[in-house]
């Protein structure tokens, strides 16, 4: 199933945006002093076309674009010097998951076989592909909220040991029906994939923290019922310059709770019965490092991997205007 990045779960968080928040206000300076320069402007590069906060009062960020009515206070805080991310992104997506499933209703022509003890599936295998598009807006220098349609495929693969016979006895005694099934099966799905998200980032000079939630929902061809996803993940990370790299570092955790249900039809003689097997996230937790570059103010590259019993490779187009 769809999470992202997941997801992220990411391109987009740009976490620089609210540095010390727009709280701390520069004092005032007697006119005949000189300016002293703060922490921040160690973090000018002249290398880079990327911008980053000068630090001295009177000494404004603030682009004049159509698009400065957004963010919410963002003209407070680029004249304070902050550099803010340009309010309105784009952003196209790659994303492969693999991660183990746990199995719990099993249902055999609606039948549950699993209570009884007449089907054993031990677990699921998901191996899963995701390409999205996501539309982002900054509403606050620190407030994010995104939407995401996205198609997916991906196959699951599991053991399968059924005994039909207690279920259909009349139905296993015709011959040439085998009711006792020892398989292993494979599905084949793909599906469209919509939803939506929001980000809450801070920083102080050039360290950041963040935590972001997102839903999708996912029409899979081989589900009966919609697969959900919710993803929350929190990162922190560094910000600055490294020769002419600009861009942003970090590590975090990503939770994913996913649910939904594999139909599998099984052959029976003349007939087939469908099998219903509901699966959800076995481990829920796992660990991500990643990285963007911000190639201008208007384009950035973002790369992602998460490690553990889930793994997961991401990488995401932004275009910001």
């Known amino acids: ?65 159509w698009s400065n009515f957004l963010p919410i206070l963002g003209q407070a805080a680029c004249e304070l010097g902050y550099v803010l991310p340009r309010p309105f992104g784009v952003s196209v997506g790659y994303m492969h ?31 899963e592909t995701t390409y999205t598009f996501r539309a982002d807006v900054w509403i606050l220098p620190f407030w994010n909220v995104y939407g995401i349609l996205a198609k997916t495929n991906g196959t699951a693969i599991g053991p399968l040991m059924i005994d039909l016979e207690p279920v259909f006895p009349t139905l296993c005694r015709f011959p040439g029906n085998d009711c006792q099934i020892d398989t292993q099966f494979r599905l084949d799905y793909k599906g469209n994939v919509r939803g939506y998200g929001t980000t809450i980032a801070g920083g102080y000079k050039d360290f950041f923290g963040m935590i972001d939630y997102n839903r999708t929902t996912s029409d899979l061809d081989i589900s009966i019922t919609d697969a959900k996803a919710t993803v929350i993940s929190s990162r922190i990370g560094w910000n600055g310059k490294i020769g002419k790299f600009a861009g942003v570092l970090w590590v975090g955790v990503m939770y994913q709770d996913i649910a939904q249900t594999l139909d599998l039809p099984l052959d029976i003689g003349d007939n087939t019965l469908l099998v219903s097997i509901d699966q959800s996230t076995q481990e829920a937790y796992n660990y991500i490092i990643g990285g963007s570059w911000d190639i201008n103010r208007s384009f950035s590259i973002l790369a992602e991997i998460g490690m553990g019993k889930r793994t997961s490779q991401m990488l995401n187009f932004t275009y910001r205007f």
């Open 97 to 127: 998951q693999d991660q183990p499933f746990d199995v719990g209703d099993i249902f055999v022509g609606g039948i549950d076989v699993k209570t009884p003890g007449l089907a054993v599936v031990n677990e699921v295998q998901n191996e």
């Open 1 to 65: 199933m769809f999470n992202f990045n997941k997801s992220f779960i990411t391109g987009l968080l740009f976490l620089f945006c609210s540095s010390t928040l727009l709280a701390q206000q520069p004092p005032t300076k007697e006119p005949d002093q000189t300016q002293e320069i703060d922490g921040p402007t160690s973090r000018e590069n002249p290398i880079s076309n990327v911008p980053y906060e000068s630090g001295r009062i009177g000494e404004p960020t603030c682009e004049d674009r």
